[in-house]
């Protein structure tokens, strides 16, 4: 029987040790936006691993998804870096916004964060499927968004500028956060085929508020080839910057590397 500790107002001392936490072997800040209703089930559906978790900062964020409203992010985002988990260790900060990640910038976006959490990898759905594309051996894209027309001529701007090959492209032309994530999953899925089936490499589905982590393998194994979304290879991009390798089945052949 424990003894009571009478210095210490009678209560039992209780021998403990301090393991890694929940987050003991990759800790994956998520910068998220305020509206957003997408982005956190289908990261932690792409992320289903002990040890590995992700951790939320919500940004400001205008209901309409315009150049103007995206870029105005950037102020907001030393902030939302301060909140997440300040007195805990962080692997990654991922920044949650497609379309935001390319009229920012990933480098600014990337400085921003270091100043705030010095020494923490940074990663966003830009970068992170620029670097998909590579592993998957593709540059001949089907692109399909949810965005409005100025929105989408950015996004093709950026990824022609990335040496890209746009050699399809859709829009279901929503003009919030919040009607893109009310897009149906069979709607998104007939899209991703049809565009597939062109003469394509692959397709990438761009947008953090579109649900595309249930039907990334059905798409895949309708047309023979990859599939790559935002969140998809966000959630990849985080891990392995994280220093985890670990394949995820279900997630698409991106995930195979």
């Known amino acids: 029987m424990m003894e009571l500790d009478e210095e210490n107002g009678g209560w039992v001392p209780l021998d403990c040790v301090l393991d890694g936490g929940p987050a003991a072997r990759a800790a994956i800040g998520l910068i998220v936006l ?3 209703t997408v982005i956190e089930p289908e990261v932690r559906r792409f992320l289903p691993l002990p040890g590995v978790e992700v951790y939320s900062s919500r940004i400001p ?20 870096v301060e909140l997440l988990m300040p007195e805990h260790r962080l692997d990654v900060v991922a920044f949650g916004c497609t379309s935001g990640s390319m009229i920012i910038g990933p480098e600014r976006i990337a400085g921003i964060v270091e100043k705030v959490r010095p020494g923490v990898k940074v990663c966003n759905p830009v970068s992170a499927s620029l670097a998909a594309f590579v592993t998957l051996g ?6 399909i968004t949810p965005y409005s027309t100025e929105v989408n001529k950015r996004v093709e701007r950026f990824f022609v500028r990335e040496g890209l090959d746009i050699a399809a492209r859709a829009s279901f032309h929503q003009d919030s956060d919040v009607s893109i994530a009310r897009i149906r999953e069979e709607d998104i899925l007939r899209a991703a085929i049809d565009i597939g089936r062109r003469n394509v490499e692959a397709v990438f589905l761009s947008c953090t508020a579109l649900r595309c982590s249930g039907i990334i393998d059905a798409v895949e194994a309708t047309i023979g080839k990859p599939v790559v979304t935002s969140n998809q290879a966000l959630a990849w991009d985080a891990l392995r910057k994280a220093g985890e390798t670990q394949t995820v089945p279900g997630a698409g052949r991106l995930w195979m590397h």
Do not use: K, Y
């Not at 315009?66 to 030393?78: D, K, Q, R």
């Not at 593709?138 to 692109?143: A, K």
């Open 34 to 36: 305020a509206n957003d």
């Open 61 to 80: 964020m205008a209901r309409e998804v315009s150049p103007e409203c995206l870029a105005a992010m950037a102020g907001e985002l030393p902030r939302a």
């Open 138 to 143: 593709v540059r001949r894209i089907g692109l």
